[in-house]
Structures are given as C-alpha cells and as structure tokens.
C-alpha cells in the first residue's frame, strides 16, 4: 500500500501559492498542472522503486516465559538481504498489557528493543508486524504485513518468590500489626542452648542441666512433611478488580507464594481452582518440582460468572481419604449467602483439619465506609460500604468460632497476611 511522505506532503502544499495565483493569471496554470503531474509522477516512481517486505529478514527475541506485572524485553533484529533499507516497524501484540517502543524508525542492520507489561496471566500472541519502506526519493512508503506470529505464556511473578522477598514480605507485614515475633513451638527437636530471661521454665532440659550445672532449655523446629492444600476460588466474587488488577490475579499470587514457602518447609503441597466446577487438582507433593507444576497449573485459570461450590471442592481434595492437613480457602468474603456456604464446609473440616480462610479486604470500600461524605450521593455510597464492611465482620466472626483461622488483607498485603498466618501456625505447632 503506497503512502506518501511528509516530504511529499510538502511539495504538494507548496503548489497552493501558484494555484492561488493562477486565479489572477491565468497564464501560469499549465506550469502548476506539470508540477503536479510531476509530482504525481515521481511519487509512484518511489513507490515502484521501494523495497518490498522481501527485502529484510526480522527475528524476534522475547523469552517463552513472561511475569504478570513485571516490564518484559522484547528485541526485533533486523537483518537487510542486499542494498541498505530504512523505514519504520510496528510490532503488534494482545491488547491488555502496557507497552512501550513498539513503533519505531530503523536504518539498515540493526536492533530494535521495546518493552511491555502484561496485567494479566495467560497466553499472549505477538505478531504481524507491519513495515513501512521508503523510496529512494523519499516521497512515497511501502507498508506491508510480515507473518511473524508467536505465542508465549504469562506466568505470576515468580522473583517474589525468594527467600529473601517472602521474609521481608513477612517483617513488614509484622511491623504493620505490630506484632512481636514469637518464638518457635514446633514439636521436632532441634538443638539446646543456654537458658536466657524470658524462656518459658517449661523448656528447660533438667538432665542437661544436671550435667553442665547451668541451665539449657531445648529449642524446637516446626515439623516437616505436614499437607497443605490451596483452596483457589474462581468463581463470581473473584471476577472483579482490586487496585487495578483482577482478584483472581493477587489470589493467584498468594498462592504461589504460600506453595512456595510450605515446599521451603518441607510440606506437601497440593492446589485445587474450583468455581462451579473443580478446574484444576494437583496432589499434594514437595520438592522444586511441584512448585512448576503448580505454576503451569494456575498460569492459564480465569475467574467465571458462577457460583463457588466449596463442597464440590473440599470433597474432590479428601476423595481418597487424607491424613490432617492445614486448607488454605482463597477467596474474598462478600456477601453472606457465600459465606453461609463456606462456613459450614468450614465447621465440617474442624477437628480432622485445621481451616484458614484467607480473604481480599477492598481498599475503596473500606474508605467509602470511614470517611465523611462531601455530598447526599456519597452518603448513600458511604450506608452500602459501612454495611458491607459489618456483613464481612460478622461473617469473619462466625468463621472462627466455627474453628476456621480467618486472615484479611488488602492486595498489596494479602499474601504476605496468607504467608505471616501459615508460618505463625507452624511455629505454634497448630497443624
């Protein structure tokens, strides 16, 4: 498709001053009308003279693999087969993630590099890319299509699943409860040390003591080899966004997170994504393994319009009978018919298993519901958020004196409150 260029454009609008004076003397009109056939002339000359798609070979570099919310690096090597060609790409990729770059000029041999950010997880296609070659002279582009179509995978992001993030996660987390770190009360001997004010006298190993004339008191690690198994509802309530991201998203998130801190602990993982249906069950399993599987497991889950079937769910994971275990139900807590349902699956794990609901708490709602409202429209918004925030107080009430652990937290805290609640259960030796 011939498009002409600025260049182009120039010439042709320069031939507006004749034009205006050719009505007052009508001698030179035969002179503008040559120009513009001239012109006319050499614009499909260009066209016919410009490079076709033929003439380059484009590579693209983008890893197979791309994190949710992270800036990905994307590289068009450009390679020209004979004379040197200059014009202008445009990749073109999925709409949804942010991007950046993607449209840029190109002289001969080079490399360009653009950058986007997928909001989501999933698959994400890349391709066609649309090219504009100039002429020779300049007055006239040549836009094709190139066929460069590719597919990669969106996972969550997986580098905030190092140690070092997860333990810092966990520390801020702390210090926004003000909570002071409790001492481990695992059940499996780790080591004596000398007894220092504050131990509880219950810890002291008086045959030890006996023998060193000093006091020592034994010091305890959480067992090992425990079952976990995630709960991830995909049904209506978790279909919305939160903070400019799904819920299903920080859900998601949460629970890679969880998996991974359970696996560093030595305990076996499994996940279950359910909504009506059970749309995903993987076992529960350790080891560096079983973390992939449960990322390639959730990479692709999306949240439906349907109602969760938390039975459907619970009786799929224990189907073949289960030793105890410590169920991680992540969800967001709304209205009470749901909950209604949740807690009296919750009541029935209680004192086989050792529930915890681990609920998204909405940031705008919880505002609307405390701040004084400017005008008669906010007032009403501000009577349907105080009563929403009472409804998941109550029903957050209930849920423990079912027997369920009940967490909350906003999405930037929700999983580091998911992790913070699940290493406080081990250390106290709950499960």
């Known amino acids: 498709m011939p498009i002409p260029t600025t260049r182009a454009l120039w010439l042709a609008a320069l031939s507006l001053v004749p034009a205006a004076v050719a009505l007052l003397s009508p001698s030179i009109a035969p002179l503008l009308i040559a120009f513009d056939v001239a012109l006319l002339v050499l614009v499909a000359v260009d066209y016919f003279l410009s490079p076709r798609a033929e003439a380059l070979e484009i590579r693209r570099g983008v890893e197979p693999v791309l994190s949710s919310g992270r800036s990905n690096l994307v590289k068009l090597e450009v390679t020209p087969r004979g004379r040197s060609v200059s014009g202008e790409l445009r990749d073109w990729v999925t709409p949804g993630p942010a991007i950046e770059g993607h449209r840029q000029r190109f002289s001969g041999a080079c490399v360009i590099e653009w950058r986007l950010t997928p909001s989501t997880r999933g698959d994400l296609q890349f391709g066609p890319l649309t090219v504009k070659l100039d002429g020779p002279l300049g007055l006239c582009t040549r836009r094709q299509t190139i066929e460069l179509r590719q597919s990669v995978k969106v996972f969550p992001d997986l580098s905030v699943l190092s140690r070092d993030a997860l333990e810092l996660a966990r520390a801020e987390d702390q210090v926004s409860r003000r909570v002071i770190r409790v001492r481990a009360e695992g059940r499996e001997f780790e080591s004596l040390r000398e007894y220092r004010p504050g131990d509880d006298r219950r810890s002291i190993d008086w045959k030890a003591t006996a023998r060193r004339g000093k006091p020592f008191v034994r ?21 919305g966004e939160s903070n400019g991201r799904r819920k299903l998203d920080h859900a998601v998130d949460a629970a890679l997170r969880l998996a991974k801190v359970a696996l560093d602990q030595g305990d076996l993982v499994g996940v279950l994504a359910f909504g009506r249906d059970v749309k995903r069950w993987l076992p529960p399993r350790k080891g560096v393994e079983q973390l992939r ?3 390639q497991a959730l990479y692709q889950v999306e949240a439906v319009l349907e109602e969760s079937n938390y039975g459907a769910a619970i009786d799929q994971a224990f189907a073949r009978g289960a030793r105890r275990s410590l169920v991680i139900v992540l969800t967001d807590l709304v209205d009470k018919e749901t909950s209604a349902a949740l807690l009296l699956r919750a009541r029935r794990l209680v004192p086989r298993h050792l529930p915890m609901i681990v609920s998204l708490q909405d940031e705008a709602v919880h505002r609307i519901a405390t701040e004084v409202p400017a005008t008669a429209s906010a007032a009403y918004e501000r009577v349907v958020a105080a009563r929403l925030e009472r409804d998941g107080e109550a029903t957050v009430a209930r849920l423990r004196e079912g027997g369920a652990r009940v967490v909350r937290g906003t999405p930037a805290a929700f999983a580091s409150a998911g992790v913070s609640a699940y290493l406080d259960i081990k250390q106290r030796g709950l499960l």
């Open 293 to 295: 599987a449960i990322a």
């Open 219 to 239: 010091q305890h690690q959480p067992e090992k080899n425990q079952q976990v198994i995630l709960l991830l509802d995909c049904g209506r309530h978790m279909e």
